[in-house]
């Protein structure tokens, strides 16, 4: 009657061990470490740059822990994070901007647990700390890309109204565009209003020569950083997702700057390369005249031309590109890192509809020139291709190929596709952080957990006797595979997540308190004791299903509609209702089975 049959038991001692292996990273704790990674797949981290640093280390009197290379990264672990900061500026001043270097944290995982894919669960900031950044949002190359915006705007609108206009420049408070009379003027003007409602216009006619000069409000100029600080807190939101990073803080700190906080991060020199790079794409058409290149290589570049790089294998070689403009990475919509028609590594480019419709109409008004696809980084642009136009484009679909490699390419497309910057932005600072609470009071929270469980335990073997030892069992069972699930899943554990923890071990001792209740009242209603357990187990089952239901009903809305600290309690809420469901149910009757389910007579309970 009270027997589980040998596969039911097994499939629980399956899970307790399964519970206990994934459980067990967590005591070991983790270790200041240094990571360093290059800039570009093209720059190699090998056993050369760790004898390197190793001399480094030495020659600075600083003792590293140990040192491994792992994926293209050196990580090098100390005994303190005194030793970790030290060695950090000094392998940072050494090794100059080809290399990424950032703190990390390293798990002490035994390397039989790390074989099994065993790793201890990413505590939050509040509890481990993290990794801190300090943006600082360049406003006035908002405005200036706005500027372009607005060069490149009345270009397409003139052309498409038919109207011929001289140059027009991009000055460094605005737009000029010279026109050659009167008329010309007017219906420029005419036209601008009508498109471009939010600058203002000033013209000059007369023997000077026709011109409008075109501002930005004050207004819209504030709208634009104030904007652009948006923009990029959604951007950094986007790639922060890409690492995988879980409950990050990502807000705005003043009027200019953002701050980053990621806990649980491990490769935090990725972290810090994706973060701080800008990688926007611009579109502009390559100068094909000798005679200018000539000049610029001499170093008169002409107005309204950038001398820049063009990325090839063989060498970078020089190239004159126009300032122009003519598509942004704002109209992209997708990035994928693929390979081309000869198998080398590529990034493949969806664009929205205007940006479609601009890159149809540039390829159908170019045909035999070349086009510059320039990768700006920083403030600085390369370009990555720069192929020759043989035909009209449309679609909405660009290839982007050159000297890159299938690491580059995943990147770039990565860096396209959680959007573009609306500024470029500086890590102005750079730390680890640690546990915003303090180490006491992370102690006190936890040892108030273990306090509490400490209590319940002796409550339910005092009160319950042999019935209230295999409830604390299964409820320690309980702990374990909470512990489990969160080190699996990788869940991030804030200190709200403390409290859903204690919060699950009093859920799942009720559940056994009301199964022991259960069992007392039929052994007093004279229901032999075999029998009792049968019916104490099935009858409570009813009500502790329902009560587990609607509890979870309400974890489950905090999980959809709540943020922050909210969501990191509903995320161990939930879990925990599950975990205590089988541990106070199935572990709590395979423990009681085992105990009185194998005896031939039974006169009385230990309840």
């Given at each position: 009657?009270?027997?589980?049959?040998?596969?039911?038991?097994?499939?629980?001692?399956?899970?307790?061990?399964?519970?206990?292996?994934?459980?067990?990273?967590?005591?070991?704790?983790?270790?200041?470490?240094?990571?360093?990674?290059?800039?570009?797949?093209?720059?190699?981290?090998?056993?050369?740059?760790?004898?390197?640093?190793?001399?480094?280390?030495?020659?600075?009197?600083?003792?590293?822990?140990?040192?491994?290379?792992?994926?293209?990264?050196?990580?090098?672990?100390?005994?303190?994070?005194?030793?970790?900061?030290?060695?950090?500026?000094?392998?940072?001043?050494?090794?100059?901007?080809?290399?990424?270097?950032?703190?990390?944290?390293?798990?002490?995982?035994?390397?039989?647990?790390?074989?099994?894919?065993?790793?201890?669960?990413?505590?939050?900031?509040?509890?481990?700390?993290?990794?801190?950044?300090?943006?600082?949002?360049?406003?006035?190359?908002?405005?200036?890309?706005?500027?372009?915006?607005?060069?490149?705007?009345?270009?397409?609108?003139?052309?498409?109204?038919?109207?011929?206009?001289?140059?027009?420049?991009?000055?460094?408070?605005?737009?000029?565009?010279?026109?050659?009379?009167?008329?010309?003027?007017?219906?420029?003007?005419?036209?601008?209003?009508?498109?471009?409602?939010?600058?203002?216009?000033?013209?000059?006619?007369?023997?000077?020569?026709?011109?409008?000069?075109?501002?930005?409000?004050?207004?819209?100029?504030?709208?634009?950083?104030?904007?652009?600080?948006?923009?990029?807190?959604?951007?950094?939101?986007?790639?922060?997702?890409?690492?995988?990073?879980?409950?990050?803080?990502?807000?705005?700190?003043?009027?200019?700057?953002?701050?980053?906080?990621?806990?649980?991060?491990?490769?935090?020199?990725?972290?810090?390369?994706?973060?701080?790079?800008?990688?926007?794409?611009?579109?502009?058409?390559?100068?094909?005249?000798?005679?200018?290149?000539?000049?610029?290589?001499?170093?008169?570049?002409?107005?309204?031309?950038?001398?820049?790089?063009?990325?090839d294998p063989r060498g970078n070689r020089p190239i004159l590109?126009?300032?122009?403009?003519?598509?942004?990475?704002?109209?992209?919509?997708?990035?994928?890192?693929?390979?081309?028609?000869?198998?080398?590594?590529?990034?493949?480019?969806?664009?929205?509809?205007?940006?479609?419709?601009?890159?149809?109409?540039?390829?159908?008004?170019?045909?035999?020139?070349?086009?510059?696809?320039?990768?700006?980084?920083?403030?600085?642009?390369?370009?990555?291709?720069?192929?020759?136009?043989?035909?009209?484009?449309?679609?909405?679909?660009?290839?982007?190929?050159?000297?890159?490699?299938?690491?580059?390419?995943?990147?770039?497309?990565?860096?396209?596709?959680?959007?573009?910057?609306?500024?470029?932005?500086?890590?102005?600072?750079?730390?680890?952080?640690?546990?915003?609470?303090?180490?006491?009071?992370?102690?006190?929270g936890f040892n108030s957990m273990f306090y509490g469980f400490?209590?319940?335990?002796?409550?339910?073997?005092?009160?319950?006797?042999?019935?209230?030892?295999?409830?604390?069992?299964?409820?320690?069972?309980?702990?374990?595979?909470?512990?489990?699930?969160?080190?699996?899943?990788?869940?991030?554990?804030?200190?709200?997540?403390?409290?859903?923890?204690?919060?699950?071990?009093?859920?799942?001792?009720?559940?056994?308190?009301?199964?022991?209740?259960?069992?007392?009242?039929?052994?007093?209603?004279?229901?032999?004791?075999?029998?009792?357990?049968?019916?104490?187990?099935?009858?409570?089952?009813?009500?502790?299903?329902?009560?587990?239901?609607?509890?979870?009903?309400?974890?489950?809305?905090?999980?959809?509609?709540?943020?922050?600290?909210?969501?990191?309690?509903?995320?161990?809420?939930?879990?925990?209702?599950?975990?205590?469901?089988?541990?106070?149910?199935?572990?709590?009757?395979?423990?009681?089975?085992?105990?009185?389910?194998?005896?031939?007579?039974?006169?009385?309970?230990?309840?």
């Amino acid at each position: 009657m009270n027997r589980y049959p040998l596969w039911k038991n097994l499939i629980i001692l399956i899970a307790l061990v399964a519970g206990l292996i994934y459980a067990l990273p967590n005591r070991y704790g983790e270790t200041p470490a240094v990571q360093i990674s290059g800039t570009r797949s093209s720059v190699k981290v090998d056993t050369a740059v760790m004898d390197r640093i190793e001399k480094l280390l030495q020659a600075a009197k600083i003792q590293p822990e140990g040192a491994f290379l792992e994926n293209n990264s050196l990580k090098v672990k100390f005994a303190g994070t005194e030793a970790q900061l030290k060695a950090k500026t000094a392998i940072q001043e050494a090794l100059g901007d080809d290399y990424v270097v950032a703190l990390n944290l390293l798990p002490n995982t035994p390397g039989w647990l790390a074989q099994l894919h065993a790793k201890p669960m990413a505590l939050g900031l509040d509890l481990r700390g993290g990794v801190h950044f300090l943006m600082q949002v360049d406003m006035r190359a908002a405005v200036d890309k706005a500027y372009e915006r607005v060069a490149g705007d009345v270009r397409r609108e003139l052309k498409d109204k038919k109207i011929r206009a001289g140059s027009i420049k991009r000055l460094a408070t605005g737009v000029e565009i010279q026109l050659r009379d009167e008329a010309t003027l007017k219906e420029s003007r005419k036209a601008i209003e009508r498109s471009l409602p939010t600058v203002q216009i000033a013209q000059q006619s007369g023997e000077g020569g026709y011109r409008l000069l075109l501002t930005l409000t004050d207004e819209e100029q504030r709208r634009i950083q104030s904007d652009a600080v948006k923009q990029n807190i959604a951007t950094l939101h986007n790639r922060v997702n890409e690492l995988g990073t879980t409950e990050p803080v990502i807000q705005q700190q003043g009027a200019d700057r953002i701050v980053v906080q990621l806990p649980g991060v491990q490769d935090t020199a990725r972290a810090k390369d994706i973060i701080g790079r800008t990688a926007t794409l611009e579109v502009r058409m390559v100068e094909e005249d000798s005679a200018k290149l000539a000049e610029a290589l001499a170093g008169r570049v002409p107005a309204g031309y950038e001398l820049l790089e063009e990325l090839d294998p063989r060498g970078n070689r020089p190239i004159l590109l126009k300032t122009d403009v003519e598509l942004t990475g704002e109209n992209i919509n997708d990035a994928q890192a693929g390979f081309d028609d000869q198998n080398q590594p590529a990034v493949h480019i969806g664009l929205d509809s205007a940006g479609a419709n601009i890159f149809r109409q540039l390829t159908a008004e170019n045909i035999g020139k070349r086009m510059a696809m320039v990768l700006v980084e920083k403030g600085k642009g390369q370009v990555v291709t720069a192929p020759v136009i043989r035909g009209e484009i449309g679609g909405g679909r660009v290839q982007i190929t050159g000297s890159m490699s299938t690491a580059d390419a995943n990147d770039t497309a990565l860096l396209l596709r959680a959007g573009s910057l609306a500024a470029p932005m500086e890590v102005v600072e750079e730390r680890t952080i640690g546990p915003s609470l303090g180490k006491e009071n992370i102690e006190k929270g936890f040892n108030s957990m273990f306090y509490g469980f400490g209590a319940v335990v002796l409550f339910m073997i005092i009160y319950y006797r042999m019935f209230g030892v295999t409830a604390s069992l299964a409820l320690g069972a309980n702990l374990v595979f909470l512990i489990a699930l969160l080190s699996v899943l990788s869940t991030t554990l804030t200190l709200p997540g403390i409290a859903a923890i204690a919060l699950t071990l009093g859920m799942a001792i009720d559940s056994n308190v009301l199964i022991n209740e259960r069992i007392r009242e039929e052994v007093r209603a004279g229901v032999p004791p075999q029998t009792a357990i049968k019916a104490g187990y099935e009858h409570a089952w009813a009500t502790i299903l329902d009560s587990n239901i609607t509890t979870l009903i309400a974890g489950v809305a905090l999980l959809i509609f709540g943020s922050g600290a909210v969501r990191g309690f509903a995320v161990v809420h939930c879990l925990g209702i599950i975990t205590s469901m089988f541990s106070a149910v199935v572990v709590s009757r395979a423990l009681v089975n085992l105990i009185y389910g194998y005896r031939r007579k039974v006169t009385s309970l230990a309840v």
